[in-house]
């Protein structure tokens, strides 16, 4: 295969893949652009949310579009490393050459989704550790180097010990996964009906050794105009009460470069510090994380070729929430209005008092609960 350049044909695929994935999942933009990060920078993801909220959809239809080799597993806590790494080859144990039959399992895969990831036991973590940090299988006198171009891991809680810690620490990026805003159910539920009609589709997809040139080709971004800012930024952070490791601030360089190299750049920007804003590690650091990551992306100029996840800061939008509660408010006043509409009206105003909370900005949040407390009162005396 011929060296890539910052014009390969090759980005525009993997961004067409992401594409086309927005626009059968509703709502899960930042989740679909962090996959194409992770997958240009060879790091792991990991979706943290409630079941039903469609992260093995994205896997598995992101292995579908990129035509991949997947191992995927639901994890338990009886889960052995056999279920992941394959039972040792009868045939060759019989000579007393312990190796293991890893046919159709985890070390023959390009892209890894283990499901429940939170309840890997002692049994199975060595061996995960090993895999997820240094892309390498051993057991016994065996060592492979794998093939996988990413890990996905899935959780519906966050590690509560020491020692889940450690795999948590594995997967640099952390996103929410949760049912989308009210508003946008229609659109969940006829691009839900669309995949499910949805017939085979030939398309060419992107072969993992195509992917793996990829990524060396993120390894020459230049990151020297950022680097000064990335280092004010990760001690901001420490500072905050955020554990970033040497460790993970060397390896986040790569996310990094990858959102410079998605974007078809050579050089790091100011705003290519964006993925940042997913390294926490409890829910509560969230919006602490975004607004010290948001303030320093504000100081840099404007750019044509920006990440388009840049400048969305995935906290709500204080003017837009008013807006829709004045909205709602004329609803509710309407003589017209009927019980359907008022029901959902009441859903609404309940979604926007929770998106409230993630509102950082207190004058703003307390802008936008006024008139919601407003209206529930008005709600509860013509119940």
């Known amino acids: 295969m011929e060296p890539l350049t910052f014009e390969s044909p090759l980005i525009d695929k993997l961004n067409d893949v992401l594409q086309r994935m927005k626009r059968t999942f509703v709502g899960k933009d930042d989740i679909i652009d962090l996959m194409g990060i992770c997958l240009a920078g060879r790091e792991n993801l990991f979706l943290f949310g409630p079941p039903g909220t469609a992260k093995s959809a994205l896997v598995r239809e992101l292995a579908r579009q990129l035509d991949l080799k997947t191992f995927e597993y639901l994890l338990t806590?009886?889960?052995?490393?056999?279920?992941?790494?394959?039972?040792?080859?009868?045939?060759?144990?019989?000579?007393?050459?312990?190796?293991?039959?890893?046919?159709?399992?985890?070390?023959?895969?390009?892209?890894?989704?283990?499901?429940?990831?939170?309840?890997?036991?002692?049994?199975?973590?060595?061996?995960?550790?090993?895999?997820?940090?240094?892309?390498?299988?051993?057991?016994?006198?065996?060592?492979?180097?794998?093939?996988?171009?990413?890990?996905?891991?899935?959780?519906?809680?966050?590690?509560?010990?020491?020692?889940?810690?450690?795999?948590?620490?594995?997967?640099?990026?952390?996103?929410?996964?949760?049912?989308?805003?009210?508003?946008?159910?229609?659109?969940?539920?006829?691009?839900?009906?669309?995949?499910?009609?949805?017939?085979?589709?030939?398309?060419?997809?992107?072969?993992?050794?195509?992917?793996?040139?990829?990524?060396?080709?993120?390894?020459?971004?230049?990151?020297?105009?950022?680097?000064?800012?990335?280092?004010?930024?990760?001690?901001?952070?420490?500072?905050?009460?955020?554990?970033?490791?040497?460790?993970?601030?060397?390896?986040?360089?790569?996310?990094?470069?990858?959102?410079a190299l998605l974007c078809k750049r050579d050089k790091a920007l100011l705003s290519d510090l964006w993925i940042l804003r997913y390294i926490w590690d409890t829910e509560e650091q969230i919006e602490i994380i975004a607004g010290i990551v948001n303030a320093v992306i504000a100081k840099g100029e404007h750019h044509p070729q920006e990440h388009p996840r840049a400048n969305n800061s995935g906290t709500p939008d204080a003017e837009a929430l008013y807006r829709e509660v004045e909205q709602l408010q004329q609803q509710w006043d309407h003589p017209e209005t009927t019980a359907a509409i008022r029901a959902q009206i009441k859903d609404r105003l309940r979604s926007i008092n929770s998106r409230c909370e993630w509102i950082s900005n207190t004058t703003q949040r307390n802008y936008v609960l006024v008139p919601v407390d407003a209206l529930w009162k008005k709600i509860m005396q013509s119940a």
């Open 77 to 259: 806590r009886f889960t052995e490393p056999n279920e992941l790494f394959g039972p040792f080859d009868i045939r060759k144990l019989r000579d007393g050459d312990l190796v293991t039959n890893t046919e159709g399992m985890l070390p023959e895969a390009s892209l890894v989704f283990l499901d429940e990831l939170l309840n890997a036991n002692s049994a199975i973590l060595n061996s995960l550790l090993m895999a997820l940090n240094e892309k390498i299988f051993r057991r016994g006198k065996e060592t492979r180097i794998l093939p996988v171009l990413t890990f996905i891991g899935a959780s519906n809680h966050l590690p509560e010990d020491e020692a889940l810690q450690a795999l948590f620490d594995r997967f640099l990026i952390r996103v929410r996964c949760s049912n989308v805003d009210p508003v946008m159910l229609d659109s969940v539920l006829q691009a839900g009906w669309g995949l499910e009609q949805q017939t085979e589709q030939i398309r060419e997809g992107i072969a993992a050794d195509e992917l793996r040139a990829l990524q060396q080709l993120n390894t020459t971004i230049d990151l020297n105009d950022v680097r000064p800012e990335y280092i004010s930024l990760i001690q901001q952070l420490r500072n905050a009460g955020v554990q970033i490791s040497d460790r993970r601030a060397v390896k986040l360089q790569r996310l990094i470069a990858a959102s």
